[in-house]
């Protein structure tokens, strides 16, 4: 059990199922982090600089996990899910249970890079979010996004993993209009996979079970069909640098 700051009440617990699935090794994780990493890149984040982060909704704090071991970063992990930050993995930032729209004065202005990555879709009011997100940067800090793209894509899946909207570029600009940001960068990805998300939303309208529909919906069927999803995004990624449509997108803002 991991030891964790408590620093605000517990909420809701997440779906257990899909924090199973989706450890370090799943093909949609290890891909991720890597257009997250072009992104950081493209925007002149230095990961050779010991960095402070703020993840927000970590859970298990898988992506920490990740971030730290490709950067000199230090990643605090904050969620209100207790027993995900239980069996979460311990890192070289702190482990938190912190509402984030609570503010506390010792957390505001104090991280040069808030992650907020597929979290601002479960939200009911993003704008309050992403304006608290962004009090917890440093001047000149980043926010770094990533949320489910097309509403043409919205499911059962969407339904069952807590989504209330999916996003097109156009959407998050405006939700963080009034958060004091710069737009620095933003790209879908995932373009290779909307033939794959589209025969989920079909093969999902058919299943009853929640729990089936995240296990269905979130993990490939066989180790196969996991290696050609993979082969597709590692393709796309180094060929494809102009994607105007995807199943996910990435924005990254700076605070002025």
């Known amino acids: 059990?991991?030891?964790?700051?408590?620093?605000?009440?517990?909420?809701?617990?997440?779906?257990?199922?899909?924090?199973?699935?989706?450890?370090?090794?799943?093909?949609?994780?290890?891909?991720?982090?890597?257009?997250?990493?072009?992104?950081?890149?493209?925007?002149?984040?230095?990961?050779?600089?010991?960095?402070?982060?703020?993840?927000?909704?970590?859970?298990?704090?898988?992506?920490?996990?990740?971030?730290?071991?490709?950067?000199?970063?230090?990643?605090?992990?904050?969620?209100?899910?207790?027993?995900?930050?239980?069996?979460?993995?311990?890192?070289?930032?702190?482990?938190?249970?912190?509402?984030?729209?609570q503010e506390l004065p010792d957390r505001i202005g104090s991280y040069d890079v808030v992650f907020a990555l597929d979290v601002v879709e479960h939200v009911e009011n993003p704008d309050l979010f992403l304006k608290s997100a962004a009090r917890h940067l440093k001047p000149g800090g980043h926010l770094v996004i990533n949320v489910p793209a097309l509403n043409c894509l919205f499911s059962r899946y969407d339904t069952c993993a807590g989504h209330l909207r999916r996003y097109t570029t156009a959407m998050l600009v405006k939700e963080l209009a009034s958060s004091h940001l710069d737009i620095a960068h933003s790209r879908y990805w995932g373009l290779t996979m909307i033939p794959v998300v589209l025969l989920r939303k079909w093969i999902v309208s058919l299943i009853q079970s929640q729990d089936r529909v995240i296990q269905m919906g979130f993990s490939p069927p066989n180790p196969w069909v996991e290696r050609i999803l993979s082969a597709t995004l590692t393709f796309e990624r180094l060929a494809l640098p102009i994607r105007p449509l995807g199943t996910s997108l990435i924005l990254v803002a700076r605070k002025k």
């Open 1 to 101: 059990m991991t030891p964790y700051l408590a620093l605000s009440k517990p909420g809701a617990n997440f779906i257990q199922n899909w924090y199973e699935a989706a450890d370090v090794n799943h093909f949609w994780m290890r891909h991720r982090l890597k257009f997250l990493l072009q992104a950081i890149r493209r925007v002149g984040l230095r990961i050779d600089q010991p960095l402070k982060g703020l993840d927000i909704g970590g859970g298990r704090a898988v992506f920490r996990s990740q971030i730290e071991s490709s950067t000199q970063w230090s990643v605090d992990c904050t969620d209100l899910d207790v027993g995900a930050l239980e069996q979460s993995v311990p890192g070289r930032g702190q482990t938190l249970l912190y509402d984030i729209t």
